[in-house]
């Protein structure tokens, strides 16, 4: 079983597999450090477009738990905790 993609304003249909998530979590960061791996040797402007620094040298940031956390809802109104 596929899912439909949509294309061309709506004119155009087709069915594909369903390809792994990677937009948040441990996936999405697995993702990151492939693509960086991959760009480690190119530059980055920064300062506007005054200095330049390597992709490679940037470090990564640890991914931690939420547990505990509050999250917000209704306009920040309401709020509750994430167990």
Known sequence: MGIVRVGGRGTSR???????????????KEH??????????????????????KFGDIKSTPLKSTKGMWVSS???TKRRKIT
């Open 32 to 53: 990151q450090e492939k693509i960086k791996e991959e760009s480690k040797d190119k530059y980055i402007t920064t300062g506007r477009g005054t200095g330049k620094i």
């Open 14 to 28: 087709r069915v594909t597999e369903k390809e792994k998530d990677n937009w948040a979590g441990g996936a999405f």
């Open 74 to 76: 209704g306009r920040g």
